[in-house]
């Protein structure tokens, strides 16, 4: 079974940082895309940031909204991705939830999308 924990949520005013980050953890083979989506109060979740391919070779994916304030990263050895956010306005408020595209071991199927619990974020005006 894989596993993702999301940490690093809490409130902060506008204009400020947050670091959030995610473990995956389990019987894991490799992943390969690893980022976040983001689902504000009454809306759908939508895409904030994922990573894909190795460290050798990988591309990051930005939303519109975030891009030049948030940037992911990925620690491949540690199966960890952090999202480093700056100027942090009222509308990136909502839970973050944590998405990875993994094959686990001695397993048949090919990528599979496993879900963190979300971590919340509120940005205060």
């Known amino acids: 079974q894989v596993q993702l924990v999301e940490s690093g949520g809490g409130l902060v005013q506008a204009g400020g940082s947050l670091r959030l980050s995610c473990a995956a953890s389990?019987?894991?083979?490799?992943?390969?895309?690893m980022g976040w989506y983001r689902q504000a109060p009454g809306k759908q979740r939508e895409l904030g940031a994922t990573?894909?391919?190795?460290?050798?070779?990988?591309?990051?994916t930005y939303a519109e909204a975030v891009k030049g304030r948030f940037t992911n990263s990925r620690d491949n050895a540690k199966n960890t991705v952090y999202l480093q956010m700056n100027s942090l306005k009222p509308e990136d408020t909502g839970v973050y939830y944590c998405?990875?595209?993994?094959?686990?071991?001695?397993?048949?199927?090919?990528?599979?999308?496993?879900w963190g619990q979300g971590t919340q974020v509120t940005v205060s005006s």
């Open positions: 389990g019987s894991i083979f490799s992943i390969n895309t």
């Open positions: 998405n990875a595209d993994i094959k686990q071991m001695r397993q048949s199927y090919g990528w599979r999308s496993y």
């Open positions: 990573t894909t391919g190795s460290s050798s070779s990988s591309t990051t």
